[in-house]
Nanobody
Framework: QVQLVESGGGLVQAGGSLRLSCAAS????????MGWFRQAPGKEREFVAA????????YYADSVKGRFTISRDNAKNTVYLQMNSLKPEDTAVYYC?????????????????WGQGTQVTVSS
């Protein structure tokens, strides 16, 4: 079955950086778009970034545009989220998700599989 395992979360000061990784297994990684979502306490899960199967197309939430970068390495079955200039409002559990198609999108409904999440905490 498909497994998505996130890593790289932690505690960082405002203005700092973290890189999240998500290792996928169970089906042909390069055939599917990937996404990152996050959920803060008391809030709904929200879209952060997505990348198409080839990496040729990327999408970002307005709140992270210019600070976060999504990328993928199909040879390593891994998707990354580089997070720079972190703010306290970025504090959340970050989830990796795998789409059911090659096309990336912002809707959680497009994603078939989800990781268990990794905590990111940004202190002020």
């Amino acid at each position: 079955q498909v497994q998505l395992v996130e890593s790289g979360g932690g505690l960082v000061q405002a203005g700092g950086s973290l890189r999240l990784s998500c290792a996928a297994s169970g089906r042909t990684f390069s055939s599917y778009a990937m996404g990152w979502f996050r959920q803060a306490p008391g809030k709904e899960r929200e879209f952060v970034a997505a990348i198409s199967w080839s990496g040729g197309s990327t999408y970002y939430a307005d709140s992270v545009k210019g600070r976060f970068t999504i990328s993928r390495d199909n040879a390593k079955n891994t998707v990354y989220l580089q997070m720079n200039s972190l703010k306290p409002e970025d504090t959340a559990v970050y989830y990796c998700a795998q789409s059911g198609t090659v096309v990336a999108g912002k809707s959680p409904d497009m994603y078939d599989y989800w990781g268990q999440g990794t905590q990111v905490t940004v202190s002020s």
